[in-house]
């Protein structure tokens, strides 16, 4: 599916709204759990990272798998799928990120002794993780390759998301936007736009997709608005969003 946005939900209500790349709903369903973070899946379905569960579902609502931790002190916090292959991001009792297959079983974890609020897939058998004032970059295996630390520790990297060879990270704090770096981290533009955000997801037109309390926007990576959706209900909270497109090659 695609050309969707999936934007997660709490608050009054709770689940998951499926959108058109001009915000506009196609559809919608409830669930009973509150969702830290949600990625899209290639197969007209989405995971969903909530407390010590990992949910599978297609995007009509079917439950396809729910992964229960057993140990109730863990707390998934942010998830990302790439090809065969679903990242989520951990802590409460322990802290890190797990890698696993599309049945949801594991293949690996690393513990990195962190908070992480949001996880992306890169291109290279890696993840970026947002964390505080920090980006990391680090291997699937757990070897760390960079630590981006922002000089100001009054800032925090609410989540992450990487297209191609550009990482985009949304931030709040003493200043809230996004920035855009390459790969190696380096900052090559930033837009502060005065909106605390949820979680960040690349669009397919140089765009990006924001979740800020009851607002879901648009932005050109300028920083640039193209559309606020503002929910009329102000105690619905987006708490995740993610999007699927084709890439034209």
């Known amino acids: 599916m695609n050309n969707r946005v999936f934007a997660s939900y709490s608050g009054s209500q709770r689940g998951v709204t499926v959108r058109d790349l001009d915000l506009n709903q196609l559809s ?3 669930d009973d759990f509150i969702i830290n973070g949600i990625s899209a899946g290639v197969n007209d379905d989405v995971f969903f990272a909530a407390k ?3 949910f599978h ?3 009509d609502g079917t439950l396809i798998k729910d992964m229960t931790f057993p140990i109730e002190s863990i707390n998934y916090t942010g998830i990302t799928v ?3 292959k679903v990242f989520a991001s951990y802590n409460g009792s322990q802290l890190g990120f797990t890698v696993r297959d599309y049945d949801l079983n594991q293949l690996s974890y690393v513990n990195t002794g962190f908070d992480i609020n949001g996880i992306a897939a890169g291109i290279n058998d890696d993840v970026f993780l947002a964390s505080g004032n920090h980006i990391y ?3 699937t295996n757990g070897t760390l390759i960079k630590d981006m630390t922002f000089p100001i520790n009054t800032i925090n990297y609410t989540d992450v998301t990487v297209i191609g060879n550009s990482v985009y990270a949304s931030y709040n704090g003493s200043q809230q936007g996004f920035t855009i770096r390459n790969y190696d981290l380096d900052q090559l533009s930033y837009a502060n736009i005065g909106h605390d955000i ?4 690349a669009g397919p037109d140089n765009d ?3 979740a800020s309390a009851n607002h879901l926007f648009n932005y050109k990576t300028d920083g640039s608005l193209i559309k606020d959706m503002n929910f009329p209900i102000d ?3 987006y708490t995740g969003v993610s999007v699927t497109f084709a890439i034209i090659t």
């Open 198 to 201: 949820n979680s960040i997801a």
């Open 235 to 237: 105690t619905i909270n």
């Open 28 to 30: 919608y369903f409830g």
């Open 137 to 139: 970059h680090y291997k």
């Open 82 to 84: 790439s090809g065969n």
């Open 52 to 54: 010590n569960h990992i």
């Open 57 to 59: 579902y297609k995007t």
């Open 208 to 210: 990006l997709y924001l």
